[in-house]
T-cell receptor, first 111, second 116 residues
């Protein structure tokens, strides 16, 4: 059983469309990160959220941490082919620093 | 500045052989992590080093796996008597140790291990 459930697992959309990726858990996390990974490379950190209800914007990407710190979402506006990649959410529980990763969402943006 | 580096980038080994994977963290980062990424299983935590404290080995899958961190910097992950199920990408990450930044982990490119 995955501690962090991501959905959808796969997403293929046209350039210019909007999309939302979800990361859900029954556990509380002290922090949650979103990463993007491309083939042959390690995950690249996009954002860290630590406060329940926190919303962070990074250009066309909006990240939200749930009020109860059990879930998060990533919204991309006007997707571009350069957004293509594997999006991973990862959470730290309590005082532990090691991350528990979700299973990932493979996003493909078609030109 | 330089990011996390790992070597080798690819390693093919025969079942039963031992392998060593190396990680050079970002300078000044006191925390170092090893993860494993397998097809269909996502990333799983293996081991965590924080300064001079005893490492958290709770994620190591068997006693064939071990890791060292010398001088608080470079780390080596050793897999003894490799098995085919050990085939995966082994990722190393480092972070600062305190505050919000302590949660932000920076990953290397990984070592792809194939056990034949």
């Amino acid at each position: 059983t995955q501690l962090l459930e991501q959905s959808p697992q796969f997403l293929s959309i046209q350039e210019g469309e909007n999309l939302t990726v979800y990361c859900n858990s029954s556990s509380v996390f002290s922090s949650l990160q979103w990463y993007r990974q491309e083939p042959g490379e390690g995950p690249v950190l996009l954002v860290t959220v630590v406060t329940g209800g926190e919303v962070k914007k990074l250009k066309r990407l909006t990240f939200q941490f749930g009020d109860a710190r059990k879930d998060s979402s990533l919204h991309i506006t006007a997707a571009q082919p350069g957004d293509t990649g594997l999006y991973l959410c990862a959470g730290a529980r309590g005082s532990a620093r090691q991350l528990t990763f979700g299973s990932g969402t493979q996003l493909t943006v078609l030109p | 500045g330089a990011g996390v580096s790992q070597s080798p980038s690819n390693k093919v080994t025969e079942k039963g052989k031992d392998v060593e994977l190396r990680c050079d963290p970002i300078s000044g980062h006191t925390a170092l992590y090893w993860y494993r990424q397998s097809l269909g299983q996502g990333l799983e935590f293996l081991i965590y080093f924080q300064g001079n404290s005893a490492p958290d080995k709770s994620g190591l899958p068997s006693d064939r796996f071990s890791a060292e961190r010398t001088g608080g910097s470079v780390s080596t992950l050793t897999i003894q008597r490799t098995q085919q199920e050990d085939s995966a990408v082994y990722l190393c990450a480092s972070s600062l140790s305190v505050g919000r930044s302590g949660y932000e982990q920076y990953f290397g490119p990984g070592t792809r291990l194939t056990v034949t």
